[in-house]
């Protein structure tokens, strides 16, 4: 869901003048492919949290945390960058 919120504020403020600060995001969009390769960090993440879960539960949870932590940092900084 964040990472959807994220997507729809990347492409606002892409089209509003402002510049993807990510180098592999922008690499993506500069090809064409930025909604692909926004799927494909999504995917190789979840991959690799679901690798991590498999031997340490207490550490995936963890990095989970962080992640959604980060998560709602970028969409809120998005958010006030835009508006």
Do not use: R, S
Request: with cysteine.
């Amino acid at each position: 869901m964040l990472n959807a919120i994220d997507l729809i504020e990347t492409k606002t403020a892409l089209a509003c003048g402002f510049i993807e600060l990510n180098p592999l995001i922008n690499f993506f969009y500069n090809a064409g492919l930025f909604e692909i390769g926004k799927l494909g960090m999504v995917a190789l993440g979840t991959v690799a949290l679901l690798v991590l879960h498999k031997y340490d539960k207490k550490l995936a949870l963890g990095c989970v945390v962080i992640l959604v932590c980060w998560f709602i940092f970028v969409v809120v900084w998005n958010f006030i960058q835009l508006f």
